[in-house]
T-cell receptor, first 117, second 114 residues
Framework: GAVVSQHPSWVICKSGTSVKIECRSL??????MFWYRQFPKQSLMLMAT?????????EQGVEKDKFLINHASLTLSTLTVTSAHPEDSSFYIC?????????????FGSGTQLSVL | AQSVAQPEDQVNVAEGNPLTVKCTYS??????LFWYVQYPNRGLQFLLK??????LVKGSYGFEAEFNKSQTSFHLKKPSALVSDSALYFC????????????FGTGTRLLVSP
């Protein structure tokens, strides 16, 4: 089945530094990828939709300058948390849709636990 | 705007017993409905989806869900629970047409005891 690889699985960083999270579709092309954030005991919240070759579409309330998204190829999207602060600590998950399939199934990465000290 | 409600934070069931995880939704027009499962420190795994057709949808690992339009529900079920089914389950909905944004419920933790 289709696999989405998300890296790193966990990262600890100092406040003020930037962290990049990668999301790769390993065996399919994904023109669209999604980035979610999950707080403990809360639902997944869609942060932005990443479109290959164009600017990402951010959800209301998500700072685009804070969470930089780049989707430079059909198999890779990156989320960069710039100038991270403790309140950015969260579980981030990406998902991708196989562009070659007509179904609605999304494939999810394994998530990245970000801890900002 | 679409929304999903999972009224139970946690569901406890003994192994071998049937389980139900509840989900109700609100969306304009016809819905696409999904169930995902999340194991600790892992991403989501797709279980099943309803797009159209038969109201009873069968998915992975023996799970099934029934779409009930009049009650706007999409409850997840399994006839015989396993301890390994213990995880966090998310229901999600999106509109039948238009943008592909998925809206997730808050999740229900399923705990299956031996």
């Amino acid at each position: 089945g289709a696999v989405v690889s998300q890296h790193p699985s966990w990262v600890i960083c100092k406040s003020g530094t930037s962290v990049k999270i990668e999301c790769r579709s390993l065996d399919f092309q994904a023109t669209t990828m999604f980035w979610y954030r999950q707080f403990p005991k809360q639902s997944l919240m869609l942060m932005a939709t990443s479109n290959e070759g164009s600017k990402a579409t951010y959800e209301q309330g998500v700072e685009k300058d804070k969470f930089l998204i780049n989707h430079a190829s059909l198999t890779l999207s990156t989320l960069t948390v710039t100038s991270a602060h403790p309140e950015d600590s969260s579980f981030y998950i990406c998902s991708a849709r196989d562009s070659g399939l007509a179904n609605e199934k999304l494939f999810f990465g394994s998530g990245t636990q970000l801890s900002v000290l | 705007a679409q929304s999903v409600a999972q009224p139970e934070d946690q569901v406890n069931v003994a192994e071998g017993n049937p389980l139900t995880v509840k989900c109700t939704y609100s969306v304009s027009g016809n819905p696409y409905l999904f169930w995902y499962v999340q194991y600790p420190n892992r991403g989501l795994q797709f279980l099943l989806k309803y797009i159209t057709g038969d109201n009873l949808v069968k998915g992975s690992y023996g799970f099934e869900a029934e779409f009930n339009k009049s009650q706007t529900s999409f409850h997840l079920k399994k006839p015989s629970a396993l301890v390994s089914d213990s995880a966090l389950y998310f229901c999600a909905v999106r509109r039948h047409t238009g943008f592909q944004k998925l809206v997730f419920g808050t999740g229900t933790r399923l705990l299956v005891s031996p």
